[in-house]
């Protein structure tokens, strides 16, 4: 499908772990993005075809992403969760306009944003 599809959101307790998968057409970037309440929205991180990753230092060591082999699923792994990281979470993905930028280059194709996942995290 053409705009990812995200799923695995829930409700847990600080400390938890959560995993979020996200359905989509392989592009040369994907990336995981949150919205918390009252914030604006965030990168979380990027990956791009080449495997390389961007995290946010505020999950660094907490969140990781990785795909499946026909790299058509993008999962988040959530450990050490905190109340802070509740937010609804979008899976998106886009192509570059040259592939030796990086994901965060303003040079890119559309970008294709899923209906988002809801996080919540309770102290």
């Known amino acids: 499908q053409v705009q990812p599809v995200e799923s695995g959101g829930g409700s847990v307790q600080a400390g938890g772990a959560l995993r979020l998968s996200c359905a989509a057409l392989p592009r040369n970037c994907m990336a995981w993005f949150r919205q918390g309440p009252g914030k604006e929205r965030e990168g979380v991180v990027t990956i791009k075809s080449d495997g390389s990753t961007s995290y946010a230092e505020s999950v660094k060591g907490r969140f990781t992403i990785f795909q499946d082999n026909t790299k058509e699923t993008l999962y988040l792994q959530m450990n050490n969760l905190k109340p802070e990281d509740t937010a609804m979470y979008y899976c998106?993905?886009?192509?570059?306009?040259?592939?030796?930028?990086?994901?965060?280059?303003?040079?890119?194709?559309?970008?294709?944003w899923g209906q988002g996942t809801q996080v919540t995290v309770s102290s």
């Open positions: 998106v993905a886009w192509n570059l306009e040259t592939y030796s930028d990086s994901c965060a280059s303003a040079r890119s194709g559309k970008k294709y």
